[in-house]
């Protein structure tokens, strides 16, 4: 079957309109009419209904157009890996990730992937806010936690352990904590994600949950902000292994009880749609997986 049919289809079903239909794809109004009319044929289904003011779907139409989104987007996605396997990467990428995460760690990555495909760009979003991918024009984010919406496309990058941190000078004036409910007597360091702050940590040891409500002088949105008020010594944070692990071998922060373990965390690489699953997004998947790896296996 003509894929060129099937593009057609989904666009006049989006679009409600032969002749802007074809403007798009730059053919002419009867030369989308027959495409149509063939597909029609073949499928010996009738997908439109007609009339002089509107063309809208039949329910058979209806019905096989969510099964040739799914094939177009497939083949899409199977173009895309082998121009990825091929390193053919060109075009601009817009990409929003969390600012501890992204300034610290990602971007030099990104900066050595993009050395090697001169023809890719790139347009970065830094915020620790959740994106909206139609309203701030994002392709793909990279993102803890698992994604609640099931529509997106998600690829793992990895799963690792928040981590009790804070830095020896603290330690040295205020202790160190040998429980969790200890955490209570502490200057704790808070994050704030829209109105919600996470004041509420959990550990577990030998499958006993220690659900710890913390409080402190400090809070913002900004992870980064939390995770140098920790090196400032300015209190005890609850951070991602990979957003610390570099401090933490400088000997800048200190990992606090350690026979505690935290819920794991997943690190995500997400997409709105497979549209967005492109060779440099592909590209971008494998590059951060071998990178967080090796980043988390650094002792």
Not at 95 to 107: A, F, K, T
Not at 168 to 188: F, Q, S, V
């Amino acid at each position: 079957m003509n894929t060129s049919d099937l593009n057609l289809f989904t666009r006049i079903a989006d679009s409600g309109s032969i002749t802007a239909s074809a403007e798009q794809l730059g053919i002419t109004p009867a030369t989308a009419s027959a495409a149509l009319k063939r597909l029609e044929k073949q499928l010996d289904t009738q997908l439109f209904i007609r009339s002089t003011r509107q063309l809208r779907l039949t329910s058979e139409g209806e019905h096989y157009l969510l099964y040739c989104q799914q094939a177009l987007a497939s083949l899409e996605e199977g173009k895309a890996s082998l121009h990825a396997i091929k390193g053919k990467i060109s075009g601009a990428l817009r990409l929003s990730m969390p600012s501890d995460l992204g300034r610290n760690i990602v971007i030099p990555w990104i900066d050595e992937m993009m050395d090697g495909h001169p023809e890719f760009s790139l347009k970065l979003s830094i915020s620790d806010s959740l994106s909206n991918f139609y309203l701030d024009r994002v392709d793909v984010a990279l993102r803890y936690g698992e994604p609640e919406d099931s529509n997106m496309i998600a690829f793992q990058i990895a799963t690792m352990e928040r981590l009790i941190i804070a830095s020896p000078n603290y330690i040295a004036r205020y202790g160190e904590p040998e429980h969790p409910n200890d955490l209570r007597n502490h200057n704790c360091l808070m994050f704030r994600l829209g109105s919600r702050a996470f004041n509420t940590w959990d550990l577990f040891r030998r499958g006993e949950r220690y659900k710890v409500a913390v409080k402190g002088d400090r809070e913002s949105d900004d992870a980064e902000i939390v995770r140098r008020w920790a090196v400032a010594g300015k209190g005890i944070g609850y951070k991602s292994a990979l957003d610390v692990n570099s401090d933490l071998q400088a000997g800048k922060l200190v990992k606090l009880l350690p026979e505690y373990q935290s819920k794991p965390l997943s690190l995500w690489l997400i997409c709105p749609s497979r549209k967005q699953v492109t060779p440099a997004v592909i590209l971008l998947r494998d590059y951060l997986r071998e990178k967080v790896t090796k980043e988390l296996d650094k002792k």
